[in-house]
């Protein structure tokens, strides 16, 4: 049996965590050979170069592959193999039965200093695997949110060298493109490996927009990110359910921190948009939401830093000069 039977080796770590047992790192072998009638199956083989503790592993092939698919390629997934961190594994792949010189075969090394982790979202929480090695420190992981440093979101938690299990589960309240897992070794000046879980999450993304809050006593609207975000915010005038939003002139600002439009009046129409390197979003806080208002029967409507009146039927179609005020500038035009 010719050599080019077998075409492909590959392996992989992974971590299996389980809530009630923790995690453990597993490898996982993949192959990629060309059918041959003499072939009746594969053998994959995991020995440790530290104990010489070896794995084994056999897949067979169907005899009816063996007449009608000859030549053909197949790829073949073997099961998971119990493996640690820092490991040094040599990994083969035999033909069944065995042919001399027929093998292929790679060294593989499970990393440390890499954390695995799992997002159990049902619990909310992260299972982080703590990477050890044979005689090495403590180590320390936390979560926290990055920010111009990365701001503590939970008391950081010490895994002893003779811990039981290596495992460590961090709650989390939600989950926010700058919330990130941190890891690092108990020795002075340890450099820190940072994962963001939710970095590319587009629910985590979702999120940001939505702090938006009205204070009835300043009649001031407000947002303040939860993470560091660049961009643009303005007030949009949208008229209905499913309309575009038509920006309102002078009212965009530069997100920094936190965004303030004071004098502002709860009108159902009035939105904030958000424009930034990830796309679009709006919010309109006073579309179902009921804010305190001053009690009385005519509607109180900001116009270039002074106070008019209008009846409260003047609601369903706002004049031209209902708008927020930003700051001591010219009235902002609204849609008529």
């Given at each position: 049996?010719?050599?080019?039977?077998?075409?492909?080796?590959?392996?992989?770590?992974?971590?299996q965590c389980v809530p009630s047992d923790g995690c453990a790192m597993l490898l996982r072998?993949?192959?990629?050979?060309?059918?041959?009638?003499?072939?009746?199956?594969?053998?994959?083989?995991?020995?440790?170069?530290?104990?010489?503790?070896?794995?084994?592993?056999?897949?067979?092939?169907?005899?009816?592959?063996?007449?009608?698919?000859?030549?053909?390629?197949?790829?073949?997934?073997?099961?998971?193999?119990?493996?640690?961190?820092?490991?040094?594994?040599?990994?083969?792949?035999?033909?069944?039965?065995?042919?001399?010189?027929?093998?292929?075969?790679?060294?593989?090394?499970?990393?440390?200093g890499k954390l695995s982790y799992w997002v159990d979202r049902r619990r909310k929480a992260?299972?982080?695997?703590?990477?050890?090695?044979?005689?090495?420190?403590?180590?320390?992981?936390?979560?926290?949110?990055?920010?111009?440093?990365?701001?503590?979101?939970?008391?950081?938690?010490?895994?002893?060298?003779?811990?039981?299990?290596?495992?460590?589960?961090?709650?989390?309240?939600?989950?926010?493109?700058?919330?990130?897992?941190?890891?690092?070794?108990?020795?002075?000046?340890?450099?820190?490996?940072?994962?963001?879980?939710?970095?590319?999450?587009?629910?985590?993304?979702?999120?940001?927009?939505?702090?938006?809050?009205?204070?009835?006593?300043?009649?001031?609207?407000?947002?303040?990110?939860?993470?560091?975000?660049?961009?643009?915010?303005?007030?949009?005038?949208?008229?209905?359910?499913?309309?575009?939003?038509?920006?309102?002139?002078?009212?965009?600002?530069?997100?920094?921190?936190?965004?303030?439009?004071?004098?502002?009046?709860?009108?159902?129409?009035?939105?904030?948009?958000?424009?930034?390197?990830?796309?679009?979003?709006?919010?309109?806080?006073?579309?179902?939401?009921?804010?305190?208002?001053?009690?009385?029967?005519?509607?109180?409507?900001?116009?270039?830093?002074?106070?008019?009146?209008?009846?409260?039927?003047?609601?369903?179609?706002?004049?031209?000069?209902?708008?927020?005020?930003?700051?001591?500038?010219?009235?902002?035009?609204?849609?008529?």
């Open positions: 049996m010719s050599r080019s039977v077998l075409e492909a080796l590959t392996s992989s770590t992974a971590m072998v993949r192959a990629s050979i060309t059918l041959h009638e003499r072939l009746r199956g594969l053998e994959a083989c995991a020995m440790s170069l530290d104990t010489q503790e070896t794995q084994c592993q056999s897949v067979w092939v169907a005899r009816a592959s063996h007449r009608q698919q000859g030549g053909q390629q197949l790829q073949v997934h073997f099961g998971c193999f119990a493996v640690s961190v820092a490991q040094h594994l040599y990994v083969t792949l035999r033909t069944i039965p065995h042919f001399c010189g027929v093998q292929l075969d790679q060294r593989h090394l499970v990393e440390a992260i299972l982080v695997q703590v990477p050890r090695a044979s005689g090495s420190p403590d180590y320390y992981v936390r979560l926290c949110l990055k920010r111009f440093t990365c701001e503590d979101a939970g008391a950081p938690v010490r895994v002893t060298a003779n811990s039981v299990s290596q495992a460590v589960s961090l709650p989390y309240s939600q989950e926010l493109p700058c919330l990130c897992l941190e890891g690092w070794s108990a020795t002075p000046d340890a450099v820190r490996i940072q994962i963001c879980p939710f970095e590319n999450d587009t629910e985590a993304l979702e999120l940001l927009w939505d702090t938006v809050y009205y204070h009835p006593e300043s009649q001031t609207l407000s947002w303040e990110p939860a993470c560091p975000v660049s961009g643009h915010v303005s007030l949009c005038w949208r008229p209905g359910p499913g309309a575009g939003c038509r920006k309102l002139q002078q009212s965009s600002q530069l997100v920094h921190r936190r965004v303030q439009y004071p004098l502002v009046d709860t009108q159902p129409q009035l939105c904030l948009k958000f424009s930034t390197s990830w796309g679009s979003w709006v919010r309109c806080p006073f579309e179902q939401r009921r804010f305190p208002t001053p009690p009385t029967s005519r509607c109180t409507c900001v116009t270039g830093g002074s106070h008019s009146s209008l009846p409260a039927n003047a609601h369903s179609r706002p004049a031209r000069s209902l708008q927020p005020q930003v700051t001591r500038q010219p009235p902002l035009p609204l849609p008529s």
